[in-house]
């Protein structure tokens, strides 16, 4: 659901950076959902585009989280909008509940405005999941150094996204060693290494939402697992020491590749 003036400006601002990429050398790319995105709707060609994710230190607060947590709560982070699949979560609450009535949910975010509405996404989610609304926390926004505690509050992190391409608070939650559900539509399905590292589940579909929520909550030491090789895989995959020779590469190839083609006209 978004408003048409929200689908006007989406639409002006991927007009616009289709125009800037087709006049680089190369386009670089944190993921290859993205690298997809853009030679079947931009037409960039696929030989000037190159995969690079961006670079991720996580700090010792992150780190130091124990994996091995029974607190039975899962947590939402990020702005609380319709395109981070907040209303499917809301849908799927319920039935988790019903399976694991010890459950509790927190929303880690600033509450957007329903679209077309002047209510907070946050006062409807509590219409949506009724007399469940007790399970339910909304944090409001906070502060980049409160996140380690926020993490460390949860079992499983959920980032159910219509769409994403490289959110670093995916990353985050991986090196916090939690059990991760999120979408497999966008850079989360590599972050997680195509679900070996946490549960992939398909955008709008709260009911296998619910089932993967349910299974995270009910098999810890699966989920144990799953946070982990979510942390190793960030250790291993997205450190400064490994993207950072690939980042160099990359500008040196566009700058070789500048100099040969000569000057723009």
């Not at 608070?169 to 195509?194: H, K, N, P, T």
């Amino acid at each position: 659901i978004l408003c048409p003036m929200a689908l006007q400006r989406a639409s002006e601002r991927d007009h616009i950076e289709a125009a800037h990429a087709r006049q680089a050398d190369i386009v670089v790319s944190p993921c290859r959902e993205l690298c997809r995105y853009v030679v079947m709707n931009w037409g960039i060609p696929e030989d000037r585009i190159r995969l690079v994710p961006n670079p991720f230190t996580p700090p010792h607060e992150l780190l130091a989280i124990p994996i091995e947590t029974k607190r039975k709560v899962v947590g939402f982070f990020g702005r609380i909008e319709v395109r981070k699949g907040v209303l499917d979560l809301a849908e799927a609450i319920p039935s988790v509940l019903a399976k694991c009535p010890d459950a509790r949910f927190k929303f880690v975010g600033a509450p957007q405005l329903l679209p077309g509405s002047s209510r907070l996404l946050s006062d409807h989610i509590l219409t949506m999941v009724g007399r469940n609304r007790d399970a339910v926390e909304f944090t409001g926004k906070v502060a980049l150094q409160d996140m380690p505690g926020q993490l460390a509050s949860v079992d499983i992190a959920v980032f159910p996204s219509v769409w994403e391409n490289f959110p670093y608070v995916c990353l985050e939650a991986m090196a916090a060693g939690r059990g991760i559900v999120a979408s497999s539509a966008g850079g989360m399905a590599e972050m997680l290494d195509g679900g070996k590292a946490g549960l992939l589940v398909p955008p709008r579909h709260p009911e296998r939402l619910a089932k993967a929520l349910i299974a995270m909550l009910q098999q810890e030491d699966q989920r144990w697992l799953y946070g982990s090789l979510a942390r190793r895989r960030v250790l291993d995959e997205y450190g400064a020491e490994r993207i950072g020779p690939l980042m160099q590469q990359t500008y040196e190839e566009a700058i070789r590749f500048r100099r040969a083609a000569g000057p723009r006209r």
